[in-house]
């Protein structure tokens, strides 16, 4: 129930910060289809702790900033190396996965994915099977930084194991 | 100002003909969809910028609402590409978790 | 004053925006294979949208505009990496080979510029 009641919150807030326009016929629609959306959700059966929006609480945030600052970085070094493509050195790499729940496994590949110049290929329970763009995309990944920063997010999730 | 945004406007439509390139070129149908696909990031941003140059706020809705079109196109042409159909699944779909 | 060290701000952002997009488009054009140019579509995909909505936010300051953007970069974000790998688990259950340096054997390697069996 708490999981249908925080996305009807968030789709709430979605509404009013793109509709710009506040008419009470327009409220009436608006209410129609956060109701519709609701309903739609529950017969998807995508209502739950893995697609819960505020699942992070204030953690979230601070890796988001986190994330931005190392995106930033790996786009420099991808940039030069696309001025210089003779100098990329491929391969594929199997790093662990240390993180208990589906939502921070997820989290870690889509991190790594968004980071250029490594691509999440496979994603099992236990490893992630990684295209690095060349070593020094590998061995940022390898020191298992990133790995460290979803554990610390993951630490404060107060879910009710499923 | 409005000059920056031209120019900005102009790096996007460069970096679009690339991918257009790309696209073209190929060789494999994967490399193409990789291309349409940075060529319709790329159309939400040129969107987003001649809303400023133009000065018409509407027109950002139009952005918006490409972005979540682009990914879910680029999902189903994937699908529709592998498995020959986009309401069928098995062996190899994307789809499948 | 604060005007114009915005504008400058969003002047700079705007232009480096447009200059990784074209690395981010020149690396799609030279990288040797397919996951290789992946990483290369993340470049455009990842900094220069970043930071040409950053820009345009400066300009408009606090408006509904600014939310309208920081949406659209939300979705651009949460996307983007979800396409990525969606080509890339199709490309690899479809056997594209990647060129690879290290691991597994290279003799079954296809030839730079070899169409794959699928078109």
């Not at chain 1, 956060?34 to 204030?58: I, K, T």
């Not at chain 1, 996965?97 to 589906?102: D, E, F, L, N, T």
């Not at chain 2, 994937?78 to 190899?92: F, I, Q, S, Y």
């Not at chain 3, 020149?26 to 820009?55: K, M, N, Q, W």
Request: neutral net charge.
């Amino acid at each position: 129930m708490r999981y249908v009641v925080s996305l009807t919150i968030v789709l709430i807030a979605l509404w009013l910060a793109v509709s710009g326009v506040y008419k009470p016929l327009l409220f009436v629609l608006g209410a129609g289809s956060v109701a519709l959306v609701v309903w739609l959700s529950l017969r998807m059966e995508v209502v739950g702790v893995e697609h819960n929006p505020v699942l992070y609480s204030w953690r979230l945030p601070l890796y988001w900033a986190w994330l931005v600052g190392e995106v930033v970085k790996t786009n420099f070094h991808v940039a030069m190396l696309a001025l210089t493509p003779s100098r990329i050195r491929p391969h594929i790499i199997d790093v662990p996965v240390p993180h208990r729940h589906a939502v921070a496994k997820v989290t870690y590949a889509n991190s790594c994915t968004l980071t250029p110049g490594t691509v999440a290929l496979h994603l099992t329970p236990e490893t992630l099977t990684v295209h690095a763009l060349d070593d020094r995309s590998a061995d940022d990944l390898k020191t298992g930084a990133m790995a460290q920063r979803i554990a610390w997010l993951e630490g404060s999730e107060r879910v009710d194991a499923q | 100002m409005t000059a920056v945004l031209v120019i900005a406007t102009m790096a996007i439509f460069a970096t679009m003909a690339l991918a257009l390139i790309r696209a073209l070129k190929g060789p494999t149908i994967y490399d193409r969809i990789v291309a349409v696909n940075v060529f319709g990031t790329k159309t939400v941003l040129v969107v987003a910028l001649i809303t400023y140059v133009t000065g018409h706020a509407d027109l950002i809705d139009v952005a918006l609402v490409y972005a979540l079109i682009n990914f879910i196109a680029i999902v189903a042409v994937l699908k529709l590409v592998k498995m020959r159909d986009l309401a069928k699944a098995g062996e190899g779909d994307i789809t499948d978790g | 004053m604060a005007e114009t060290v915005i504008n400058v701000l969003s002047a700079i952002f705007l232009l480096a925006g447009g200059a990784f997009g074209i690395l981010g488009g020149l690396g799609l054009l030279r990288f040797p294979d397919f996951y290789s140019r992946l990483h290369a579509a993340g470049v455009t995909e990842t900094l220069c949208a970043v930071l040409i909505v950053l820009g345009l936010v400066l300009q408009s300051g606090f408006s509904l505009l600014t939310i309208k953007l920081l949406l659209i970069l939300l979705f651009l974000l949460f996307t983007a990496p979800t396409a990525t790998h969606a080509l890339a688990r199709a490309a690899m259950v479809d056997e594209v080979e990647p060129e690879v340096i290290a691991k597994q054997s290279s003799e079954n390697r296809p030839a730079p510029g070899e169409p794959s069996s699928n078109i």
